[in-house]
């Protein structure tokens, strides 16, 4: 009674505190959907979904040096004293004279349009190469998220389910350990055994109650952990599907697919690539195309007139080459910087790689070792089970004493435990194998 009491007013409390918080109800059907719902709603996702759309609207920037660029312009001039010209007399009638002339009027203004198109310019090119080849790192730096996202939703997702199973197993433990407390307590008040095996059976008691309070906490720091991955709201009531058979998990050591945080350094040589080129590229000449195409008016009084026949022409094309001859060593100490960052990427790749392949070798082999413990241990706890069940029929007939029915009913806990330790271990390396598919 005093069990079902304990047990039954655990539950309420937990239904109360939920109800009480929960406006709506989310409910997960598998692992996958758990993945789907993260993808979508995590922050650090959409950061990402965002960075990439920045990055396209770089290269897009990036790219404008190939079209020309046009600007309307209008100004006016007043000039204040205007040039002294020397001339000779002989322009004037007045031969074997130089005379000091001031020729144009004094007040001038100008409206036209200009536009230039850079021809040659190497440094601009190999710029948008590293914008564009930006926007494919960050969808490799995505990816190498989704699947750090995936592994750790997975063994929060696992964790969930061996400890909402062992809530079940524990109950069980629980409602046997009370019996045989009862059984205990009994023989002590008909003076028939010690206090020893009392309080033996009140210590297993209150360690199944214990292992009942920990895995109730599992559950929840599991599910608040899976709230904060998958962007769902505190006060949403988050429901798991329980898994009706964790054993089919079990499977041969799998192929574990590529790494995807080896994919990021290829797109971030291939980055410094360009960068490298890029600095390169300042010491080489640039040519460009410009042109004018406007009208000018000159007044000796200030005003301004928008008769066409106030206006005279003015039209001119130019081409401009610009040859880089020193920089006070700047571009070459920008050159030397590109192509120590682009070494470093390539050294951070191979360190990488061979981190990975050990990383892999290291997961197989966990796998390995963590499935035959788990079906060794599957196997100790159940022929545990079936011994304690033998113990409790030979106790009720009186052929053996309540310290063997302890004794069996302890090996069958600490089997029990052995057997959920590697079971919660297996999931784990389980969810990393899962996240790589």
Do not use: C
């Not at 059984?183 to 010690?194: R, T």
């Amino acid at each position: 009674m005093r069990t079902k009491i304990i047990l039954t007013a655990f539950v309420l409390l937990r239904g109360l505190a939920v109800g009480a918080q929960s406006i709506d109800s989310t409910t997960i059907q598998s692992l996958e959907e758990l993945w789907r719902i993260a993808l979508q709603k995590n922050g650090n996702q959409q950061v990402y979904t965002l960075q990439r759309q920045k990055a396209e609207a770089d290269y897009k920037t990036a790219r404008s040096f190939l079209y020309p660029q046009a600007g309307a312009s209008f100004n006016g001039l007043d000039f204040l004293e205007l040039a002294t010209t020397p001339v000779p007399g002989e322009l004037v009638g007045q031969p074997g004279t130089t005379l000091d002339l001031q020729f144009g009027k004094k007040y001038q203004y100008n409206a036209g349009l200009t536009m230039t198109k850079g021809l040659f310019d190497w440094q601009k090119k190999f710029q948008a190469q590293a914008a564009k080849e930006n926007i494919a790192l960050t969808g490799a730096q995505q990816g190498a998220f989704e699947q750090s996202l995936k592994t750790q939703l997975a063994q929060y997702y696992y964790s969930w389910q061996v400890a909402n199973a062992s809530t079940d197993i524990f109950s069980k433990d629980l409602a046997l350990a009370d019996s045989i407390l009862k059984l205990a307590n009994q023989k002590f008040s008909q003076g028939l055994i010690p206090i020893t095996p009392v309080n033996k059976a009140q210590i297993d008691y209150n360690n199944v109650l214990q292992n009942i309070y920990q895995s109730e906490e599992l559950k929840q720091l599991a599910l608040s952990n899976i709230k904060k991955l998958t962007g769902i709201e505190l006060e949403n009531d988050l429901v798991l599907r329980q898994e009706t058979d964790l054993v089919r998990l079990y499977t041969n050591v799998p192929e574990l697919g590529i790494d995807r945080n080896l994919l990021v350094y290829p797109h971030s040589i291939a980055s410094a690539d360009h960068q490298s080129k890029a600095a390169r590229a300042a010491f080489y000449p640039s040519l460009s195309l410009m042109s004018y195409t406007g009208s000018q008016q000159f007044r000796s009084d200030f005003g301004l007139s928008l008769q066409s026949s106030s206006w005279s022409g003015y039209r001119y094309l130019g081409l401009n080459l610009n040859v880089p001859l020193f920089t006070g060593f700047a571009t070459k100490n920008k050159l030397q910087s590109a192509t120590i960052q682009k070494q470093i990427v390539e050294v951070q790749f191979k360190d990488a790689q061979k981190q990975s392949a050990i990383n892999d070798n290291a997961l197989k082999t966990s796998f390995s070792n963590y499935l035959s413990m788990t079906n060794n241990s599957k196997k100790t706890f159940e022929l545990f089970g079936e011994n304690l069940e033998l113990a409790r029929q030979q106790y009720a007939e009186g052929l053996i004493s309540v310290d063997s029915y302890l004794k069996s009913f302890e090996d069958y806990l600490s089997a029990e435990n052995m057997y959920l330790n590697s079971l919660s271990n297996l999931l784990m390396v389980q969810a990393s194998v899962n996240a790589r598919k």
